[in-house]
Every structure is written in C-alpha cells, then in structure tokens.
C-alpha cells in the first residue's frame, strides 16, 4: 500500500471541486428521471385503456399506438396512450 500526502488547502479544493462535480451531475441526472417519469410502462396502459396485454400487443403491432423500447421494456407517451384513448372512445359511440 503506497500512502500519499498532500496539503490541507489541495484537499480541500480537491473536495469542493468534487462536491461541484457531483451537484452537476445530479442535475442533470434529476432532469432526465423528471422526463422519463412521463412515460408509461404496459401495465399502465393496459389499466388505463382498460385492455389486455395482448390487445396492447396488437396496437403495437399495427401503429396505433407508438411505443419506444429500451431494452425489452416498451414505454408508452401520455399523449398518445390520450389519442388511443379517444380512438376507442370514439369507435364505441359510431363517431
């Protein structure tokens, strides 16, 4: 084990220099977790359309519903979960 000294002051701006570092990325890692929080998984979607998942599957599958996939997860835009919404709404009243 090999020790190292140094003085106290490049310690300590060696610290602050850190701490700036460390609030830099938690914005910016804050701002992400902030944008991802709006999308929505296949569970979400299939209670708030009130569907299976196989039908999730199917509107997928055909482009009624556009999804984003991160590895084998799909997440789903809030507005267009609201189009698809209005789209079977829509269908169950002949509009």
């Not at 000294?5 to 570092?21: C, K, L």
């Not at 990325?25 to 998942?53: A, M, P, T, Y």
Request: glycine content about 4%; aromatic content about 10%.
């Amino acid at each position: 084990m090999e020790i190292i000294n140094i003085e106290a002051r490049t310690f300590e701006a060696m610290v602050s220099r850190f701490e700036q570092f460390v609030k830099r990325i938690d914005s910016l890692c804050g701002h992400k977790d902030r944008e991802l929080q709006k999308w929505l998984d296949n569970q979400d979607v299939c209670q708030i359309l009130n569907i299976s998942k196989r039908t999730l599957q199917t509107y997928r599958d055909n482009g009624t519903l556009p999804y984003s996939q991160i590895n084998h997860k799909m997440y789903y835009k809030p507005d267009d979960v609201q189009k698809v919404m209005q789209l079977i709404k829509n269908r169950q009243y002949g509009k």
